[in-house]
């Protein structure tokens, strides 16, 4: 062990560690859940880090020769994912995040000193304050962080995911177009559909979903850095803030710009909370799918039967043979930890948000990157395990066609509605078709009664 002095006295710091004693005190304050800050979220804040050093290295408030070694330093976390075990902070600490800005700033610093020549928990010549975090603070660095990595994630991940599901929905309508099935109102028999059109609703809301998330796309690229504390800026030179814009936006390639009024994204994180509501709205609509999926695939001999989900594993471990919708329950699952999430995230707003600082910083990024990863996976998963390869029980859809009492709706506009109710009665009770029955009452109809009763035409 190393021994390191702060404000609050001598710490001992593992001697092989990047930390240092901010670090050190948050691992033993801190001892909560084990969970720490996703990968996505630490390498966004070392971005911002290196477009501030760059910023301070263009401002000249920065030698060569320390630009150099913290610019090392940084290069190698981000870029060759060096070191990615120093940050062991848990989730649950300060609401601002000082803690893990403080981890990263004494990671890059102890080991810019490392590459100097120094010894580690000395800070000098590089000190984490001084230099790292010089014009910033962790109330403008976290947020802007926390955009950072969500439209990292979005782009990276989500996004692509739902232009693929778009796509495989497209092709089972394309599939599916000519097949009709009995649809289902209150869990209830109804008028037939085709099930090109069941899929057309899954897309569409899909489709919705994902442009409701393009929609707030843009507000993400407005973040606060150089607002420091609490968004007037104190010490930060007057042009910092559009000098980081400018190197995160080659480091990106994202169109990033000051928030016109920085204490809003310090203060503030409604924009988070919008894009977690927009989550829930996707989940929601694909929770409705696989729902549905997991309904008209259930039997395969006392259920619906109606779809033939993909045979992925043994699904009981009594019962052989017995197969199960795993992949619609695993999406469901998703849906439902994102559902929660969002409750979460709003509440961090709702509770966290007071005077000039939101103090759930950590809260709502980790639960908004976690909503999107596992939507992500989620689909992912469905699409290839069950989306693929799903085909429709054409012999059972016909087969409760034929039986459909709701094919009597056909007959209304000639016979009324009250012995089209008549009729559906009597074939319920009796077990008979609609056609037989109309028969046996010898029913007066000058149109086609195959026609009129042919499911086809119905749709």
């Known amino acids: 062990m190393r021994i390191e002095k702060d404000f609050l006295g001598a710490i001992e710091v593992p001697d092989e560690a990047y930390w240092g004693s901010n670090t050190q005190r948050a691992i033993q304050n801190f001892k909560i859940s084990g969970m720490t800050f996703p990968l996505s979220f630490i ?22 020769e320390k630009f150099d070694a913290i610019f090392q330093a940084i290069n190698e976390i981000l870029i060759d994912n060096k070191y990615l075990d120093q940050f062991p902070l848990d989730i649950y600490q300060t609401g601002s995040g000082t803690q893990i800005n403080m981890n990263v700033n004494e990671v890059i610093a102890n080991r810019a000193n490392e590459l100097l020549g120094y010894s580690l928990g000395k800070k000098f010549p590089v000190h984490p304050n001084d230099h790292v975090n010089k014009s910033q603070s962790s109330n403008d660095v976290i947020p802007t962080a926390m955009h950072i990595a969500t439209l990292e994630q979005l782009d990276s991940n989500l996004f692509p995911v739902l232009n693929e599901l778009i796509n495989i929905l497209n092709m089972k309508i394309t599939e599916f177009n000519d097949i009709i ?32 998330l393009e929609n707030i796309y843009d507000q993400l690229l407005y973040i606060p850095i150089s607002g420091t504390a609490v968004g007037t800026g104190i010490n930060a030179d007057k042009g910092f803030g559009n000098k980081v814009i400018k190197y995160l936006v080659k480091l990106d390639n994202r169109s990033y710009k000051i928030n016109p009024v920085k204490a809003e994204n310090i203060a503030s994180h409604l924009i988070l909370v919008n894009i977690s509501s927009a989550l829930r709205l996707l989940a929601i609509a694909l929770l409705k799918m696989a729902n549905d999926i997991r309904w008209m695939g259930s039997g395969p001999r006392a259920g619906l039967g109606e779809l033939i989900l993909p045979q992925n594993e043994p699904g009981s471990s009594i019962m052989p043979g017995k197969v199960n919708p795993t992949q ?7 849906c439902l930890k994102v559902i929660g999430n969002d409750l979460t995230i709003s509440l961090g707003e709702l509770y966290g948000s007071n005077l000039d600082l939101n103090v759930c910083k950590p809260l709502i990024i980790t639960n908004l990157l976690e909503s999107i990863k596992i939507l992500s996976g989620g689909i992912k998963s469905f699409i290839k395990n069950c989306l693929k ?25 000639i016979i009324g509605y009250d012995k089209a109710s008549e009729i559906a009665s009597i074939a319920y009770k009796t077990g008979k078709t609609i056609k037989e029955v109309v028969l046996d009452l010898k029913l007066e109809i000058k149109e086609n009664l195959d026609e009129l009763l042919d499911p086809k035409k119905m749709v």
């Open 43 to 64: 390498l966004a804040i070392i971005k911002v880090k290196k477009a501030c050093l760059q910023a301070n290295f263009e401002l000249e408030n920065i030698d060569k």
């Open 389 to 413: 390869e799903l085909k429709v029980n054409e012999k059972v859809c016909s087969k409760n066609l034929e039986n459909i009492l709701m094919l009597v709706t056909n007959l209304v506009p």
């Open 181 to 212: 099935k009995v649809g289902r109102t209150h869990l209830q028999d109804a008028v037939p559909i085709p099930i090109s059109t069941e899929f057309k609703v899954y897309k569409r809301q899909i489709e919705i979903s994902k442009k409701n």
């Open 328 to 334: 619609s329950e695993a999406l469901i699952q998703v």
